[in-house]
């Protein structure tokens, strides 16, 4: 049975403004503004919860040397929800805005962000000149494939992306060695797609996304950059959203 497809209403037009303006131009995030909760939530995050037990391998690494980074981004993500009235702390564990349930578990704590939070998560530790995916929890890939990711430099992850060329590189790598913790930047990226899916890997070599046609919807992620203060490690944080691509 085909599922039905998990959209919002629209890409907010300020996400949209943003994307017009294209890499890596990044803006700060409003206090309280770097987790965002929408119409897709309780659906977003039952297809996060469908992906973890059917493919976890696909969805979810992470290396050995960044378990404590992802401890302390699960640290970070439950006090920035702990400032937030769409979530309740309660005896029995956290009420999210859907009024579900969850006991964090901080021996799985990718997990645990899966089961609060809309957004994907991607741990970049530095080494040598460059920062290394090291750990990651990616159920709504746009058109990349985790397993192929990571482990490596970000240079090394964007080789399929053409416009990232030497100077754009140069200029991200800046803004993963400069950003400071408690000060979240943001961009959005616009594309258009013909499938729906969340989840939309795709292996290098396998060549560009379908284009044929007209195409019948539109995906944005908002994209954040934070620096976790504990273990100095970067947090790539991704919202996303789906949307029916208005006629005209």
């Known amino acids: 049975m085909t599922r039905p497809p998990v959209l919002q209403r629209e890409i907010p037009a300020q996400q949209r403004e943003v994307a017009a303006v294209g890499l890596p131009k990044m803006q700060q995030v409003a206090p309280g503004e770097w987790l965002w909760v929408d119409e897709a939530y309780e659906a977003q995050l039952a297809e996060k919860a469908r992906l973890l037990r059917k493919r976890e391998a696909d969805v979810l690494a992470l290396m050995p040397e960044a378990q404590d980074v992802a401890a302390e981004l699960l640290t970070v993500v439950l006090a920035e929800i702990a400032m937030r009235p769409d979530f309740t702390l309660e005896a029995g564990g956290i009420r999210r805005p859907d009024w579900k349930l969850v006991d964090p578990d ?107 046609g007209a195409p019948q919807y539109e995906r944005s992620e908002r994209q954040t950059v934070l620096k976790l203060p504990g273990t100095g490690a970067v947090v790539f944080s991704i919202h996303t959203t789906i949307a029916r691509k208005k006629a005209g």
């Open 106 to 212: 901080p021996r799985r704590p990718l997990q645990t962000l899966a089961a609060l939070v809309q957004e994907d998560f991607c741990l970049l530790m530095k080494e040598g000149d460059e920062h290394v995916l090291k750990g990651a929890l990616l159920c709504f890939p746009a058109s990349w494939t985790l397993t192929e990711k990571i482990g490596r430099p970000l240079l090394r992850i964007h080789a399929p992306v053409p416009e990232y060329d030497p100077s754009i590189a140069a200029r991200v790598q800046r803004l993963f060695d400069g950003v400071q913790p408690g000060r979240p930047m943001w961009r959005a990226n616009l594309l258009e797609y013909q499938d729906p899916a969340l989840h939309h890997p795709r292996r290098e070599g396998e060549g560009a996304r379908d284009t044929s």
